[in-house]
């Protein structure tokens, strides 16, 4: 649940894996329709998600999911696009070809993806100050991850 009461969760199954529902007061009661406000966006895509066991909302709205059977967390903006993964590692791939018809190079570089830090993460939830907290069974771990976008970060431990 974040802030403003909107409730998140996710299921398995073959569509729609992650949910929204927000509180509409009427009368005596609430009731909890679901939030179409990720419609279109990348949170929505039914083939990005491999079995996600848990879901978190910081207090930026931002949203974590525990996409387990990808051995990755996701992470969205509050509008359902994409940011950027937690538990996997990144690293440049440099590849130099000659052409053999007239004798030019290609230089390209892509960014490849490893997994294996985290086995299975079953459930993830976030602190006031950021930190992602990763509860792995598999490994019997609970790993703790920051998030940074910035070059110049502070890259001293959060006590």
């Not at 974590?64 to 359902?80: K, L």
Request: proline letters at 5%.
């Amino acid at each position: 649940m974040n802030k403003d009461g909107d409730i998140y969760y996710s299921q398995s199954g073959d569509f729609f894996n992650l949910h929204q529902i927000q509180p509409k007061t009427e009368g005596d009661y609430s009731i909890y329709p679901f939030a179409v406000e990720w419609e279109g966006n990348d949170i929505m895509d039914t083939t990005r998600f491999f079995y996600p066991e848990d879901i978190a909302v910081d207090q930026n709205r931002m949203v974590y999911v525990a996409n387990t059977n990808a051995q990755e967390i996701q992470v969205f903006n509050p509008h359902g696009g994409f940011f950027k993964k937690a538990g996997v590692e990144y690293i440049t791939v440099d590849t130099t070809m000659t052409s053999q018809t007239d004798s030019s190079i290609v230089d390209t570089f892509y960014i490849k993806e490893i997994k294996g830090i985290l086995g299975k993460p079953r459930a993830v939830t976030v602190d006031s100050r950021g930190v992602i907290y990763i509860c792995d069974t598999p490994s019997s771990s609970i790993f703790r991850y920051r998030l940074s976008n910035q070059l110049d970060e502070n890259l001293n431990p959060i006590p």
